[in-house]
T-cell receptor
Framework: GAGVSQTPSNKVTEKGKYVELRCDPISGHTALYWYRQSLGQGPEFLIY????????DSGLPNDRFFAVRPEGSVSTLKIQRTERGDSAVYLCASRLAGGTGELFFGEGSRLTVL | SQQGEEDPQALSIQEGENATMNCSYKTSINNLQWYRQNSGRGLVHLIL?????REKHSGRLRVTLDTSKKSSSLLITASRAADTASYFC????????????FGTGTRLQVTL
Protein backbone atom coordinates (compact mmCIF):
# COMPACT_ATOMS: atom_id res chain seq x y z
CA GLY A 1 0.00 0.00 0.00
CA ALA A 2 0.92 3.64 -0.11
CA GLY A 3 1.68 3.87 3.58
CA VAL A 4 1.64 1.96 6.84
CA SER A 5 -1.93 1.06 7.73
CA GLN A 6 -3.08 0.34 11.28
CA THR A 7 -6.43 -1.00 12.43
CA PRO A 8 -8.44 -0.28 14.41
CA SER A 9 -7.73 3.42 14.77
CA ASN A 10 -9.56 3.39 18.10
CA LYS A 11 -10.30 0.55 20.46
CA VAL A 12 -12.14 0.78 23.76
CA THR A 13 -12.16 -2.33 25.89
CA GLU A 14 -12.78 -3.42 29.45
CA LYS A 15 -10.12 -4.42 31.91
CA GLY A 16 -9.26 -8.08 31.55
CA LYS A 17 -10.25 -8.42 27.90
CA TYR A 18 -8.05 -9.57 25.01
CA VAL A 19 -7.10 -7.13 22.25
CA GLU A 20 -5.49 -7.46 18.83
CA LEU A 21 -4.01 -4.56 16.91
CA ARG A 22 -3.07 -4.96 13.26
CA CYS A 23 -0.34 -3.35 11.19
CA ASP A 24 0.01 -3.54 7.42
CA PRO A 25 3.45 -2.18 6.47
CA ILE A 26 4.57 -0.59 3.25
CA SER A 27 4.93 -3.25 0.58
CA GLY A 28 8.48 -4.56 0.39
CA HIS A 29 9.53 -3.28 3.81
CA THR A 30 11.10 -6.18 5.64
CA ALA A 31 11.65 -4.41 8.95
CA LEU A 32 8.64 -3.73 11.18
CA TYR A 33 8.46 -2.05 14.57
CA TRP A 34 5.88 -1.62 17.30
CA TYR A 35 6.06 1.36 19.63
CA ARG A 36 3.78 2.56 22.42
CA GLN A 37 3.18 6.23 23.11
CA SER A 38 1.55 7.61 26.24
CA LEU A 39 0.14 11.12 26.38
CA GLY A 40 2.85 13.74 26.35
CA GLN A 41 5.65 11.20 25.93
CA GLY A 42 7.82 9.99 23.11
CA PRO A 43 7.31 6.59 21.50
CA GLU A 44 8.59 3.68 23.58
CA PHE A 45 10.05 0.70 21.74
CA LEU A 46 8.23 -2.62 22.08
CA ILE A 47 9.43 -5.05 19.40
CA TYR A 48 11.27 -5.24 16.07
CA UNK A 49 10.76 -7.79 13.31
CA UNK A 50 13.15 -8.55 10.50
CA UNK A 51 11.09 -10.64 8.13
CA UNK A 52 9.01 -13.17 10.06
CA UNK A 53 11.15 -13.32 13.17
CA UNK A 54 11.22 -11.04 16.18
CA UNK A 55 14.82 -9.83 16.18
CA UNK A 56 14.40 -7.75 19.33
CA ASP A 57 11.47 -8.04 21.73
CA SER A 58 13.23 -6.43 24.68
CA GLY A 59 10.65 -3.66 24.93
CA LEU A 60 7.62 -5.84 25.57
CA PRO A 61 6.62 -4.93 29.13
CA ASN A 62 5.50 -8.40 30.26
CA ASP A 63 4.19 -11.72 29.00
CA ARG A 64 0.71 -10.33 28.42
CA PHE A 65 2.10 -8.71 25.29
CA PHE A 66 2.90 -10.76 22.20
CA ALA A 67 3.38 -9.94 18.51
CA VAL A 68 3.49 -12.06 15.39
CA ARG A 69 4.34 -11.56 11.75
CA PRO A 70 3.77 -15.01 10.23
CA GLU A 71 4.32 -14.19 6.56
CA GLY A 72 6.75 -11.34 6.91
CA SER A 73 4.21 -8.69 6.04
CA VAL A 74 1.19 -7.95 8.25
CA SER A 75 1.85 -7.97 11.98
CA THR A 76 -0.52 -8.34 14.91
CA LEU A 77 0.15 -7.07 18.41
CA LYS A 78 -1.77 -9.10 20.96
CA ILE A 79 -2.49 -7.98 24.51
CA GLN A 80 -4.01 -10.41 26.99
CA ARG A 81 -5.84 -9.54 30.21
CA THR A 82 -5.68 -5.83 29.47
CA GLU A 83 -5.04 -3.42 32.30
CA ARG A 84 -5.86 0.29 32.57
CA GLY A 85 -2.15 1.05 32.35
CA ASP A 86 -2.09 -0.44 28.84
CA SER A 87 -4.06 2.55 27.58
CA ALA A 88 -1.89 4.34 25.02
CA VAL A 89 -1.43 4.86 21.30
CA TYR A 90 0.26 1.87 19.70
CA LEU A 91 2.34 2.87 16.71
CA CYS A 92 3.61 0.63 13.97
CA ALA A 93 6.48 1.55 11.65
CA SER A 94 8.25 -0.13 8.77
CA ARG A 95 11.57 0.34 7.03
CA LEU A 96 13.16 -0.81 3.82
CA ALA A 97 15.99 -3.27 4.40
CA GLY A 98 19.30 -1.64 3.69
CA GLY A 99 17.63 1.74 3.59
CA THR A 100 18.79 4.92 5.25
CA GLY A 101 17.32 3.98 8.60
CA GLU A 102 14.23 6.16 8.18
CA LEU A 103 11.11 4.68 9.74
CA PHE A 104 7.69 5.14 8.15
CA PHE A 105 4.96 5.31 10.78
CA GLY A 106 1.27 4.53 10.67
CA GLU A 107 -1.32 6.75 12.30
CA GLY A 108 -1.51 4.50 15.35
CA SER A 109 -4.17 2.56 17.22
CA ARG A 110 -5.49 4.34 20.29
CA LEU A 111 -6.29 1.79 22.99
CA THR A 112 -8.43 2.74 25.96
CA VAL A 113 -8.90 0.22 28.75
CA LEU A 114 -11.79 1.07 31.05
CA SER B 1 13.08 3.68 28.64
CA GLN B 2 13.69 6.91 26.76
CA GLN B 3 17.26 7.68 26.02
CA GLY B 4 16.98 11.21 24.78
CA GLU B 5 15.83 14.28 26.53
CA GLU B 6 14.65 17.27 24.65
CA ASP B 7 14.81 20.85 25.63
CA PRO B 8 12.70 22.86 25.84
CA GLN B 9 9.61 20.73 26.51
CA ALA B 10 7.49 23.44 24.93
CA LEU B 11 8.26 26.39 22.71
CA SER B 12 5.98 29.16 21.51
CA ILE B 13 7.10 31.57 18.80
CA GLN B 14 5.64 33.84 16.18
CA GLU B 15 5.54 33.10 12.49
CA GLY B 16 8.76 34.11 10.79
CA GLU B 17 10.94 33.53 13.86
CA ASN B 18 13.45 30.70 14.13
CA ALA B 19 12.86 27.73 16.43
CA THR B 20 15.69 25.80 18.05
CA MET B 21 15.23 22.58 19.97
CA ASN B 22 17.89 20.47 21.58
CA CYS B 23 18.33 16.78 22.23
CA SER B 24 20.75 15.09 24.60
CA TYR B 25 21.48 11.38 24.80
CA LYS B 26 23.49 9.10 27.06
CA THR B 27 25.39 6.48 25.07
CA SER B 28 27.26 6.55 21.78
CA ILE B 29 25.23 6.50 18.58
CA ASN B 30 25.49 5.40 15.00
CA ASN B 31 23.07 8.05 13.80
CA LEU B 32 20.46 10.45 15.12
CA GLN B 33 17.15 11.24 13.47
CA TRP B 34 14.50 13.92 13.95
CA TYR B 35 10.79 13.26 13.54
CA ARG B 36 7.74 15.45 13.58
CA GLN B 37 4.31 14.51 14.92
CA ASN B 38 1.15 16.49 14.36
CA SER B 39 -1.44 16.12 17.11
CA GLY B 40 -3.12 12.73 16.97
CA ARG B 41 -1.10 11.57 13.98
CA GLY B 42 1.86 9.31 13.27
CA LEU B 43 5.47 10.44 13.16
CA VAL B 44 7.11 11.73 10.00
CA HIS B 45 10.84 11.51 9.39
CA LEU B 46 12.57 14.88 8.87
CA ILE B 47 16.30 14.32 8.72
CA LEU B 48 19.06 11.87 9.66
CA UNK B 49 22.58 12.79 10.70
CA UNK B 50 25.34 10.20 11.05
CA UNK B 51 27.81 10.12 13.90
CA UNK B 52 30.65 11.27 11.63
CA UNK B 53 28.70 14.31 10.45
CA ARG B 54 28.52 17.63 12.29
CA GLU B 55 25.87 19.52 10.38
CA LYS B 56 23.16 18.79 7.85
CA HIS B 57 20.60 20.89 6.02
CA SER B 58 17.25 20.13 4.44
CA GLY B 59 15.18 23.05 3.24
CA ARG B 60 14.42 25.22 6.29
CA LEU B 61 15.86 22.61 8.65
CA ARG B 62 19.37 22.61 10.03
CA VAL B 63 20.62 19.85 12.29
CA THR B 64 23.87 19.82 14.21
CA LEU B 65 25.48 16.97 16.09
CA ASP B 66 28.15 17.18 18.79
CA THR B 67 29.15 13.64 19.73
CA SER B 68 31.58 14.87 22.39
CA LYS B 69 28.69 16.49 24.24
CA LYS B 70 26.20 13.80 23.19
CA SER B 71 23.80 16.41 21.91
CA SER B 72 22.03 17.54 18.77
CA SER B 73 19.99 20.56 17.82
CA LEU B 74 17.26 21.14 15.26
CA LEU B 75 16.80 24.62 13.89
CA ILE B 76 13.72 25.55 11.89
CA THR B 77 14.19 28.85 10.13
CA ALA B 78 11.42 31.28 9.14
CA SER B 79 8.79 29.24 10.96
CA ARG B 80 5.25 28.94 9.71
CA ALA B 81 1.99 28.17 11.51
CA ALA B 82 2.04 24.80 9.75
CA ASP B 83 5.24 23.91 11.64
CA THR B 84 3.17 23.62 14.82
CA ALA B 85 3.77 20.04 16.00
CA SER B 86 5.83 17.94 18.40
CA TYR B 87 9.39 17.21 17.41
CA PHE B 88 11.30 14.15 18.58
CA CYS B 89 14.89 13.08 18.28
CA UNK B 90 15.59 9.38 17.91
CA UNK B 91 18.94 7.68 18.37
CA UNK B 92 20.23 4.55 16.69
CA UNK B 93 22.83 2.91 18.89
CA UNK B 94 23.10 -0.34 16.99
CA UNK B 95 24.02 0.79 13.52
CA UNK B 96 21.34 -1.47 12.13
CA UNK B 97 18.29 0.67 12.95
CA UNK B 98 16.96 -2.34 14.83
CA UNK B 99 15.82 -0.09 17.64
CA UNK B 100 15.40 3.66 17.52
CA UNK B 101 15.14 5.22 20.96
CA PHE B 102 13.01 8.34 21.06
CA GLY B 103 13.28 11.38 23.26
CA THR B 104 10.51 13.04 25.18
CA GLY B 105 9.80 15.65 22.51
CA THR B 106 9.46 19.40 22.14
CA ARG B 107 6.00 20.82 21.52
CA LEU B 108 6.32 23.75 19.14
CA GLN B 109 3.53 26.30 18.76
CA VAL B 110 3.87 28.84 15.94
CA THR B 111 1.37 31.68 16.10
CA LEU B 112 0.37 34.15 13.39
Amino acid sequence: GAGVSQTPSNKVTEKGKYVELRCDPISGHTALYWYRQSLGQGPEFLIYFQGTGAADDSGLPNDRFFAVRPEGSVSTLKIQRTERGDSAVYLCASRLAGGTGELFFGEGSRLTVL
Amino acid sequence: SQQGEEDPQALSIQEGENATMNCSYKTSINNLQWYRQNSGRGLVHLILIRSNEREKHSGRLRVTLDTSKKSSSLLITASRAADTASYFCATDHTGTASKLTFGTGTRLQVTL
